[in-house]
């Protein structure tokens, strides 16, 4: 009774419940994506499902990230860099777009110690600890323009969820720049809802 009446308040002319049970379905699946199908489901229950698997997707699954950097002589974000052609606040957007994955529940220091070598530096040149991988190795965080110049950083990586800004992180220590922490693996998430097709 108490269902029908739900069922009543929603709009919904019926109160027949599908005999199907919802199937989940991996349409596509690679290291970066997926297109996942549920179906069928419940009249409205498409966009309640949705919202509530956006919501947990996006802020909700824990991660690793940067939360702050040290530059070999470097004091704060507006210095320059030597030998770098990117200014330092370039060089740490880039920084931001590190994807981590970690491999256990424990925080870490990376270091990136670039010597010798002229050209681009990229995320893959970073020494990484046995419990974290670099996710996208090809990530350019910077172009040594001088093959006798030195570039020494240490990233900080710490755990959590969701977006931290860099204001909450603790960058007391001198020379140590904050960075926004972005924990979240899922960078975006998108659905649609379709008619069910019947037979």
Same mark, same amino acid.
């Given at each position: 009774? %108490?269902?029908?009446? +739900?069922f009543r308040a929603a709009g919904v002319a019926t109160t027949e419940q599908t005999s199907d049970e919802p199937t989940i379905e991996v349409e596509e699946s690679a290291d970066d994506y997926a297109r996942i199908v549920a179906s069928p489901l419940l009249p409205g229950f498409?966009?309640?499902?949705?919202?509530? %698997?956006?919501?947990? +997707?996006?802020?909700?699954?824990?991660?690793?990230?940067?939360?702050?950097?040290r530059i070999e002589g470097i004091q704060h974000e507006f210095s320059t860099i030597p030998h770098i052609k990117e200014d330092s606040i370039e060089f740490l957007l880039n920084v931001k777009e590190i994807r981590l994955r970690a491999l256990s529940d424990r925080a870490g220091m990376l270091i990136l110690d670039h010597t010798g070598r002229a050209g681009p530096v990229t995320a893959g040149d970073i020494q990484l600890p046995e419990h974290f991988e670099i996710a996208n190795p090809d990530l350019h965080l910077a172009t040594m323009d001088d093959k006798n110049g030195k570039l020494y950083v240490e990233f900080n990586v710490e755990q959590g969820r969701g977006y931290v800004p860099a204001g909450h992180v603790d960058g007391t220590q001198l020379g140590v720049i904050p960075v926004d922490g972005i924990f979240s693996?899922?960078?975006?998430?998108?659905?649609?809802?379709?008619?069910?097709?019947?037979?």
């Amino acid at each position: 009774m %108490l269902e029908q009446q +739900l069922f009543r308040a929603a709009g919904v002319a019926t109160t027949e419940q599908t005999s199907d049970e919802p199937t989940i379905e991996v349409e596509e699946s690679a290291d970066d994506y997926a297109r996942i199908v549920a179906s069928p489901l419940l009249p409205g229950f498409g966009i309640t499902l949705g919202n509530a %698997l956006r919501r947990v +997707l996006l802020s909700s699954l824990p991660g690793a990230a940067v939360t702050s950097v040290r530059i070999e002589g470097i004091q704060h974000e507006f210095s320059t860099i030597p030998h770098i052609k990117e200014d330092s606040i370039e060089f740490l957007l880039n920084v931001k777009e590190i994807r981590l994955r970690a491999l256990s529940d424990r925080a870490g220091m990376l270091i990136l110690d670039h010597t010798g070598r002229a050209g681009p530096v990229t995320a893959g040149d970073i020494q990484l600890p046995e419990h974290f991988e670099i996710a996208n190795p090809d990530l350019h965080l910077a172009t040594m323009d001088d093959k006798n110049g030195k570039l020494y950083v240490e990233f900080n990586v710490e755990q959590g969820r969701g977006y931290v800004p860099a204001g909450h992180v603790d960058g007391t220590q001198l020379g140590v720049i904050p960075v926004d922490g972005i924990f979240s693996p899922v960078r975006k998430v998108n659905y649609r809802i379709e008619q069910t097709r019947v037979g």
